[in-house]
């Protein structure tokens, strides 16, 4: 249904600024366009899991250098994995927030295909990483906060990646993540997928948007392992569990961000505004635990996943 609508409202902002080039401007088809616009927006309540992860992967959907831009200042740029490679896909550095030294970092895809393919589609390999855990050792040194956005189909599966180490970039991270003795905070805004997603969500706090999602593996993954049919995807979306809802059930993830009706891409900037506002909930929160009680937390909370879990089934 959301694939439907959104499809109408991209031919409709088309014809819009189509009318707005003209000179002589027809206003009153404007206005039944805006109107017809507002009323299909207002259709996107009460999601279907498959809806979900249709505007999780929504290309307009906030990435993390809008996030950056919107909610830090002074943002500085670090690179490479201290090995001699640079990997697009992740994006990260230090920050100021509200005037506290942090430390950001995040999936980024790109804004266009040059930008997708500059990036791996937000795949990152192991020198990605090990960029990000050389950013997290640095924070940790100076006593910096991390704040992770977690957005990305997975780590990238192919063959140059795993020969240099895929997997034990991704091992070595979940287990320095887990011992951490800064607060760190991790926010899933799109597509939260397999180890990939997981490198960078260790957090003493895990928050979601509300149309994103977060799983093992994709639906057409699951499907074509389950059915041996990719196409029946929409069918996998229900049975995986992977909206913010069903993980704020299973105490997987500690809060869900609301978004706009339609999604965060029709109104970025009140999301931005939101997140900015549970960022700072968080991390007050966190001030008042010594090192070796954020450590302790957060250990804690990934071991008990297991047994909340069990618990609500």
């Given at each position: ?192 997928s397999s180890g990939g997603a997981l490198a960078i969500g260790v957090a003493n706090s895990v928050l979601m948007l509300e149309n994103a999602i977060y799983s093992i593996l994709s639906p057409e993954g699951y499907a074509s392992i389950l059915w041996k049919d990719s196409t029946r995807s929409n069918e996998a979306c229900s049975m995986m569990k992977l909206t913010a809802q069903d993980l704020k059930e299973f105490h997987v993830i500690d809060e869900i961000i609301p978004e706009p009706v339609g999604g965060a891409h029709i109104n970025p900037k009140a999301v931005f505004k939101v997140t900015d506002r549970y960022i ?34």
């Amino acid at each position: 249904m959301v694939k439907v609508i959104d499809e109408r409202i991209t031919e409709i902002d088309k014809e819009i600024q189509n009318i707005m080039s003209q000179e002589c401007k027809d206003e009153a088809k404007m206005y039944v366009l805006k109107r017809e616009r507002h009323d299909l927006i207002k259709m996107c309540k009460n999601l279907e899991p498959h809806d979900k992860v249709y505007i999780a992967r929504h290309k307009k959907r906030p990435k993390v250098t809008e996030y950056i831009d919107a909610i830090f200042e002074d943002f500085f740029e670090q690179k490479g994995d201290a090995l001699g490679k640079e990997d697009g896909s992740i994006f990260g550095g230090i920050a100021l927030y509200k005037g506290l030294p942090v430390t950001v970092l995040g999936h980024r895809k790109g804004n266009d295909l040059n930008e997708n393919i500059k990036c791996n589609f937000g795949m990152p390999g192991p020198e990605g990483y090990r960029k990000a855990l050389r950013l997290m050792k640095q924070a940790e040194k100076f006593g910096r906060p991390i704040i992770t956005f977690i957005d990305t189909p997975g780590a990238y599966p192919g063959l140059e990646a795993e020969t240099n180490g895929q997997g034990s970039a991704i091992a070595e991270n979940l287990a320095k993540m887990s011992a951490l003795k800064v607060p760190v905070i991790a926010i899933v805004t799109g597509e939260g997928s397999s180890g990939g997603a997981l490198a960078i969500g260790v957090a003493n706090s895990v928050l979601m948007l509300e149309n994103a999602i977060y799983s093992i593996l994709s639906p057409e993954g699951y499907a074509s392992i389950l059915w041996k049919d990719s196409t029946r995807s929409n069918e996998a979306c229900s049975m995986m569990k992977l909206t913010a809802q069903d993980l704020k059930e299973f105490h997987v993830i500690d809060e869900i961000i609301p978004e706009p009706v339609g999604g965060a891409h029709i109104n970025p900037k009140a999301v931005f505004k939101v997140t900015d506002r549970y960022i700072g909930r968080e991390l007050e929160k966190y001030s008042k635990m010594s090192p070796d009680d954020l450590s302790r937390h957060r250990y804690k909370k990934f071991r008990n996943i297991d047994q909340d879990f069990l618990n609500v089934l």
